[in-house]
């Protein structure tokens, strides 16, 4: 009796008895959207990254807005890094994950205490690309740039262009779900609004000029939970021989820029804006004391903020930042690292310290300020100190309760700010408006073509990286 031939096709059937029967092919691409979209997920930004380089189809998966919406719904906060120094003119920015899949840094006290025995921590760090200040004038410059020679090959390198950093550089002010706002060099006038992950950005319109240009701007970027729109304010003075504080507002999509009023005078630049469920805040420190302003988003009213309860002495090297859901100021004490966080819940808003770090027994403690960038739900705090340009990581009950984490390869200061990921396209956002939405990665490509497939690069980060850098052609090389 002759056996029956097994099949050899690759397909299965999936689903329960009541659900409808699904054909599986061989491919991965045909499991259902749903199923794919699960699995990705759960994978760290910079692998999603790399899975939307793989072809159309997994482009599309990840492009698609449906993820994008279930991404952002339950992405965590984390901190991105930006490499800084005096002759880079750096648009490269790394969101530093946690090597462990599920996005705690250390989830319990054992995973701490087998770090503390190892010499290193491992994070994860997806590259991501801001735009470059006046661009157009780096593409207009292309034919004067300069030709270098291959010394050891007897070969031309690609074409290096020189740029000045104060020309070609943004500013960083703050970011707010995913997307980032930058400003101008030098006045510090809000100009583009990012998503880096992404690589989309918009330009924002020019707002009404000062009548001193040298004058610096305070700024910030948030969210308005009412009317579902993203809104960028800018405050500056105007008036002679005693001005005024001007404040005006724009809404992304909108042609144009609105006045919301007068702010209030003060003496001292704002600093460290922070956006918190629908208000932004900023923190003065001048020679009376400091001050918290805020701006509701929602109403569009400036306000100041009650201060918390420590006096001028103790202000030394305060921040201000998220701790969980709330704004916090954080400030050293002595030996003291002190976490005071604002309860807006109630009629009244009131200040609670939520967290005291006697660092007495921690060794040799370094100076500079302290600003929180994640705060976990086991109580553990990741920290970035701005003195030693490194992170530090409490865990409160712990014998040990610090670990100090410095990040390996940056060979210049840098800064850190907290960010969520988001692949949530920039069009889905401004969708029915009419504002043209860039892109990061086609613009470089326009630089490719410019130079006959020969990417252009700085001449300071040429430097930095050594003769090995040349020998590709890469779009990801065309590094600051």
């Given at each position: 009796?002759?056996?029956?031939?097994?099949?050899?096709?690759?397909?299965?059937?999936?689903?329960?008895?009541?659900?409808?029967?699904?054909?599986?092919?061989?491919?991965?691409?045909?499991?259902?959207?749903?199923?794919?979209?699960?699995?990705?997920?759960?994978?760290?930004?910079?692998?999603?990254?790399?899975?939307?380089?793989?072809?159309?189809?997994?482009?599309?998966?990840?492009?698609?807005?449906?993820?994008?919406?279930?991404?952002?719904?339950?992405?965590?906060?984390?901190?991105?890094?930006?490499?800084?120094?005096?002759?880079?003119?750096?648009?490269?920015?790394?969101?530093?994950?946690?090597?462990?899949?599920?996005?705690?840094?250390?989830?319990?006290?054992?995973?701490?205490?087998?770090?503390?025995?190892?010499?290193?921590?491992?994070?994860?760090?997806?590259?991501?690309?801001?735009?470059?200040?006046?661009?157009?004038?780096?593409?207009?410059?292309?034919?004067?740039?300069?030709?270098?020679?291959?010394?050891?090959?007897?070969?031309?390198?690609?074409?290096?262009?020189?740029?000045?950093?104060?020309?070609?550089?943004?500013?960083?002010?703050?970011?707010?779900?995913?997307?980032?706002?930058?400003?101008?060099?030098?006045?510090?006038?809000?100009?583009?609004?990012?998503?880096?992950?992404?690589?989309?950005?918009?330009?924002?319109?020019?707002?009404?000029?000062?009548?001193?240009?040298?004058?610096?701007?305070?700024?910030?970027?948030?969210?308005s939970p009412r009317t579902n729109e993203y809104k960028v304010i800018r405050m500056f003075k105007?008036?002679?021989?005693?001005?005024?504080?001007?404040?005006?507002?724009?809404?992304?999509?909108?042609?144009?820029?609105?006045?919301?009023?007068?702010?209030?005078?003060?003496?001292?630049?704002?600093?460290?804006?922070?956006?918190?469920?629908?208000?932004?805040?900023?923190?003065?420190?001048?020679?009376?004391?400091?001050?918290?302003?805020?701006?509701?988003?929602?109403?569009?009213?400036?306000?100041?903020?009650?201060?918390?309860?420590?006096?001028?002495?103790?202000?030394?090297?305060?921040?201000?930042?998220?701790?969980?859901?709330?704004?916090?100021?954080?400030?050293?004490?002595?030996?003291?690292?002190?976490?005071?966080?604002?309860?807006?819940?109630?009629?009244?808003?009131?200040?609670?310290?939520?967290?005291?770090?006697?660092?007495?027994?921690?060794?040799?403690?370094?100076?500079?300020?302290?600003?929180?960038?994640?705060?976990?739900?086991?109580?553990?705090?990741?920290?970035?100190?701005?003195?030693?340009?490194?992170?530090?990581?409490?865990?409160?009950?712990?014998?040990?309760?610090?670990?100090?984490?410095?990040?390996?390869?940056?060979?210049?200061?840098?800064?850190?700010?907290?960010?969520?990921?988001?692949?949530?396209?920039?069009?889905?956002?401004?969708?029915?408006?009419?504002?043209?939405?860039?892109?990061?990665?086609?613009?470089?490509?326009?630089?490719?073509?410019?130079?006959?497939?020969?990417?252009?690069?700085?001449?300071?980060?040429?430097?930095?990286?050594?003769?090995?850098?040349?020998?590709?052609?890469s779009c990801e090389d065309c590094e600051d």
């Amino acid at each position: 009796m002759k056996r029956k031939r097994k099949s050899t096709s690759c397909a299965t059937q999936i689903g329960n008895k009541d659900d409808h029967i699904q054909e599986m092919g061989p491919f991965i691409t045909d499991l259902p959207k749903s199923t794919i979209h699960m699995v990705l997920l759960k994978i760290p930004t910079r692998s999603i990254l790399m899975c939307k380089c793989v072809c159309k189809t997994w482009h599309g998966l990840i492009s698609d807005p449906e993820f994008a919406q279930l991404h952002f719904a339950q992405a965590e906060v984390f901190p991105m890094v930006r490499p800084l120094g005096p002759p880079r003119v750096s648009r490269t920015l790394y969101l530093v994950e946690p090597e462990d899949s599920s996005g705690s840094f250390l989830r319990d006290c054992g995973a701490y205490d087998r770090y503390r025995e190892r010499s290193d921590f491992h994070m994860i760090l997806s590259k991501c690309k801001i735009p470059l200040r006046n661009a157009e004038q780096v593409i207009s410059n292309h034919g004067n740039a300069n030709v270098m020679l291959d010394r050891k090959h007897g070969t031309t390198r690609k074409p290096c262009i020189k740029i000045r950093r104060n020309d070609h550089k943004y500013n960083v002010v703050n970011s707010c779900n995913g997307l980032l706002c930058l400003s101008e060099p030098f006045s510090n006038d809000p100009a583009v609004v990012c998503n880096p992950i992404t690589g989309e950005f918009i330009n924002l319109p020019e707002g009404s000029k000062p009548e001193n240009e040298k004058i610096s701007m305070d700024c910030g970027f948030g969210f308005s939970p009412r009317t579902n729109e993203y809104k960028v304010i800018r405050m500056f003075k105007q008036g002679t021989p005693r001005p005024n504080r001007v404040a005006e507002i724009h809404t992304l999509g909108a042609g144009s820029w609105k006045s919301v009023g007068s702010a209030p005078y003060l003496a001292s630049k704002l600093a460290f804006p922070t956006y918190v469920k629908g208000v932004l805040y900023w923190f003065c420190d001048e020679w009376s004391g400091f001050t918290i302003i805020s701006f509701d988003l929602d109403t569009e009213k400036l306000q100041s903020v009650p201060s918390p309860p420590f006096g001028r002495e103790e202000c030394r090297n305060a921040v201000l930042g998220v701790l969980g859901d709330s704004i916090c100021v954080c400030h050293t004490d002595g030996l003291e690292i002190k976490f005071w966080t604002l309860n807006d819940s109630g009629a009244q808003k009131l200040w609670r310290k939520n967290i005291s770090i006697d660092t007495e027994d921690a060794g040799r403690w370094p100076y500079g300020s302290f600003k929180p960038m994640k705060y976990l739900q086991n109580g553990c705090l990741l920290m970035f100190n701005s003195h030693t340009n490194a992170f530090f990581y409490y865990h409160p009950r712990n014998h040990s309760p610090f670990i100090f984490l410095k990040l390996r390869g940056f060979k210049s200061d840098f800064e850190v700010f907290s960010h969520v990921p988001s692949f949530i396209s920039l069009k889905d956002i401004l969708v029915g408006k009419d504002v043209e939405v860039l892109n990061v990665n086609s613009r470089c490509a326009g630089l490719k073509l410019l130079g006959e497939t020969k990417a252009l690069f700085l001449e300071e980060d040429i430097a930095e990286l050594g003769s090995d850098f040349y020998s590709t052609d890469s779009c990801e090389d065309c590094e600051d």
